[in-house]
Structures are given as C-alpha cells and as structure tokens.
C-alpha cells in the first residue's frame, strides 16, 4: 500500500490491483478499477498497475486499451511484485486455485471470479488457504457481481425486513442463446477440462447465489437433469490450425452441459426451482428470480435491470397484484451514487460496485461477502447437481457432498 498526497494536503491511500486475464471478464473489472473512485467516496484508491497474460502482444494491446500501467506475462511474477497489493482472476476457472492460493500466501488480497473453481477439492483448498491468510488482515471475495444489481440488494432488504413474511417458493432461471448456432466455435467455456461445467457453472452458480443471497437461506439438496443439446463443434481457431496441418477433422466435442434443470430444498423448507441453459432461443440474458411467501412476493428479470416487481399480499384483493419499482432512488442500494432517479444503471455497474465493496472491507479491515467460504457453498451445490444428474436425478443433499470431498 502506497500514500499520495491529495488535494488541500490530504492524504489519500493507494492500493495497487494486478489483474490476471484480459478478455470479457478483464474488460469489466478494468472499468471498474478505473471508474469507482470517481463515483464513491472510498478510504483508499485503485491503481491499475499490471496485467497479466499468456501472450505478450495481446497482453500488451489489453493494457493499453484498458488502462494497465504494466504488462507481465506470467501471473507468478505479477503477484511477486511490489507495486501490487490486491490480485483480481479473470482467468478460466481451471487456474482459479493455484493463482488464489499463490497471490494469498504471499500476503496479497485475492479478487476471484465466479464460479469460484472446477472442483470442490479446489474449492476447499482455496478456502482454507483463505482463512489462513485473513488471520494476517489479507482478504478475498468472490465475483458473484449480480449481487450487486441495487433491485437485487433492494429484494435482499426487504426480505430482511420481513417483507414477505414466511418464505416457501423461490423459482430462479437463467436463459441465454448465445450457442445455439451448432457452428459457434468449441470455446474453452464448452471444455470441462477449462471450465468445470457448462451452463451450470457458467450462469447456474450466478441464479445459486443469488437465491441464497436474496432468501438469506441455503439450498439443502437438489434433483437433477443436464443436456448437451450439440455435442460436436468446429475447433477454436488455434486448435483448428493444428488440426488442419495434421489432417484431423476440425471438430471436436463439447464436454459439458447445455442446460441444466434441477429442483430444490432450501433451509426452513422452502421449495426451490432452478434453470441455467443457453439455448434459450431469443434471451441473451435473463437472470430471473421469484421469491413467494405468505405476505408477499417479489420478482426480477437482469433484461430490465432497474426494474423489481413487489406483491404486497397484506393489501385488500382490490389494490393486489404485482407493482413496479423503478430502483434508481437515492436511498436504493448503490444507486445514490450515480445518475437522479429515473437515470438508469447498466451491466457494467456491478463490478463498480463489486470493486466498491472490495476496497471498503480492505480498508475497514472486515471480511467481505461474498466470501470464499460462500463459493465454496455455491460449488458444493453445483456438484450435488453434477452428481444427482450422473446418478438418473437421484436426490442428493449438499451435505452428501461435504462428506465425501
């Protein structure tokens, strides 16, 4: 950590970010980086010092486009330097654990993206490492941003406040369509080795947390079914090259799911339902939660953000039904930050308020959330389904898991 002077002899800490990755995942966090000192009144100060990457040229492009003051091309050495004190993965989820575990015990602290590893091995090791190095005042969370969408905290508050009185249903989906062209490219997300799992780790790890999150309650067990819809594709346009100078065929196979459906116990009992696919014909993001219970409901689609349905069910049947709230108000969630009411927030928001939090923790000195043992959960679960759909949707609680992990 560095201090700089700031304006009428003030000072004003920094902390110096290394990121590892620079594709979709590294173009977000880089805009947050950059943007939320310039929103939120924070006790400390991002700085973009170094980014990290395989191959130099592209690596070297990254930074200058995104805003990075160095460029390395092995992530050992980015953790190794001085300048960087909080390290954020952007990488596939296969290199999660060992630059986690890497970047903790050399005392950094750890940003990592969701999900938070391929395996509940990984997980387990990434959490312990984690809980060894908080004992020194070094923090980490992980990357569950939609966390941070202000109708989704906002959904979070009026639970807490019993809003919805007794909960019993929650319904959650996740629908995409971005490979339902069965000429899309096999990509390292269709590749279990790179990814863990398909659309169940990619996007159902996101619609996991966030039932867990709003509901304050765990899922306790599930019942299963996965698909993989196109299970060849055309090789990735490097792979491809290696094939076509050996004479392969340039197709190689989709080693994870394309949608996955499973059902649901939550703590108290609640009845769960959840749906991840990205063959949903026509939607291209659509996050969507319903959470019922005996004083009312509430429902969220991320396709209009700003927007959170709310039923208040202790109204005459005359005024019921479901009533808009536009979720841009100063006293909403993060949104006072930002644009008057009305002005709405966009995708991007959440890393800045993600990286809000982050920096707010480290500096306060408390744990942040979602923490690695909250990912570590969020895997347990994405294993209990990866095993009740291997296994016939065999019901399988998430404790059968930690048992045998």
């Known amino acids: 950590m560095t201090t700089n002077s700031g304006t009428g002899g003030s000072e004003t800490r920094t902390l110096g970010v290394g990121m590892v990755g620079y594709a979709f995942m590294g173009r977000a966090h880089s805009h947050a980086w950059r943007?939320?000192?310039?929103?939120?009144?924070?006790?400390?100060?991002?700085?973009?010092?170094?980014?990290?990457?395989?191959?130099?040229?592209?690596?070297?492009?990254?930074?200058?486009?995104?805003?990075?003051?160095?460029?390395?091309?092995?992530?050992?050495?980015?953790?190794?330097?001085?300048?960087?004190?909080?390290?954020?993965?952007?990488?596939?989820?296969d290199s999660h654990a060992e630059i986690a575990i890497a970047a903790l015990e050399a005392g950094k602290h750890v940003l990592c993206e969701k999900p938070m590893a391929n395996t509940v091995e990984e997980a387990v090791a990434m959490t312990e490492a984690a809980e060894r190095a908080a004992a020194r005042g070094v923090r980490s969370m992980v990357g569950f941003n939609?966390?941070?969408?202000?109708?989704?905290?906002?959904?979070?508050?009026?639970?807490?406040?019993?809003?919805?009185?007794?909960?019993?249903?929650?319904?959650?989906?996740?629908?995409?369509?971005?490979?339902?062209?069965?000429?899309?490219?096999?990509?390292?997300?269709?590749?279990?080795?790179?990814?863990?799992?398909?659309?169940?780790?990619?996007?159902?790890?996101?619609?996991?947390?966030?039932?867990?999150?709003?509901?304050?309650?765990?899922?306790?067990?599930?019942?299963?079914?996965?698909?993989?819809?196109?299970?060849?594709?055309?090789l990735a346009e490097e792979s491809a090259g290696l094939s076509?100078?050996?004479?392969?065929?340039?197709?190689?196979?989709?080693?994870?799911?394309?949608?996955?459906?499973?059902?649901?116990?939550?703590?108290?009992?609640?009845?769960?339902?959840?749906?991840?696919?990205?063959?949903?014909?026509?939607?291209?993001?659509?996050?969507?939660?319903?959470?019922?219970?005996?004083?009312?409901?509430?429902?969220?689609?991320?396709?209009?953000?700003?927007?959170?349905?709310?039923?208040?069910?202790?109204?005459?049947?005359?005024?019921?039904?479901?009533?808009r709230i536009i979720v841009t108000e100063p006293d909403h969630p993060y949104a006072g930050a930002w644009w008057p009411p009305g002005h709405g927030l966009g995708y991007d928001h959440t890393f800045t308020h993600e990286a809000k939090d982050f920096l707010e923790a480290i500096a306060n000195g408390t744990d942040p959330s979602p923490s690695f043992a909250e990912g570590l959960r969020v895997q347990k679960v994405l294993a209990a389904v990866e095993r009740s759909a291997a296994e016939g949707s065999r019901w399988t609680t998430v404790e059968d898991v930690e048992e045998n992990a």
């Open 244 to 323: 076509a100078s050996s004479g392969a065929a340039a197709t190689g196979e989709v080693t994870v799911d394309d949608a996955a459906l499973f059902i649901g116990r939550m703590e108290g009992g609640m009845l769960a339902s959840f749906e991840a696919t990205r063959m949903a014909t026509g939607r291209k993001n659509a996050l969507r939660i319903e959470i019922n219970g005996s004083l009312g409901s509430l429902a969220f689609d991320f396709e209009a953000m700003n927007e959170l349905w709310f039923h208040d069910h202790t109204l005459a049947g005359a005024e019921g039904g479901f009533r």
């Open 35 to 93: 943007n939320v000192s310039a929103f939120f009144d924070l006790p400390v100060r991002p700085v973009l010092a170094a980014i990290a990457g395989r191959s130099k040229e592209r690596t070297e492009a990254a930074a200058a486009s995104l805003g990075w003051a160095a460029v390395e091309t092995d992530w050992r050495d980015l953790i190794n330097r001085d300048d960087v004190q909080i390290v954020d993965i952007c990488t596939p989820g």
């Open 146 to 234: 939609y966390r941070r969408v202000p109708a989704v905290a906002f959904a979070r508050r009026l639970v807490a406040e019993g809003r919805l009185g007794e909960l019993r249903h929650v319904r959650a989906q996740y629908l995409q369509d971005w490979i339902v062209d069965p000429e899309f490219p096999l990509v390292w997300r269709l590749q279990k080795d790179k990814a863990g799992s398909g659309a169940l780790g990619d996007i159902g790890a996101h619609i996991i947390d966030t039932a867990q999150f709003i509901t304050g309650r765990l899922i306790t067990g599930v019942s299963a079914i996965t698909e993989t819809f196109v299970k060849e594709r055309p």
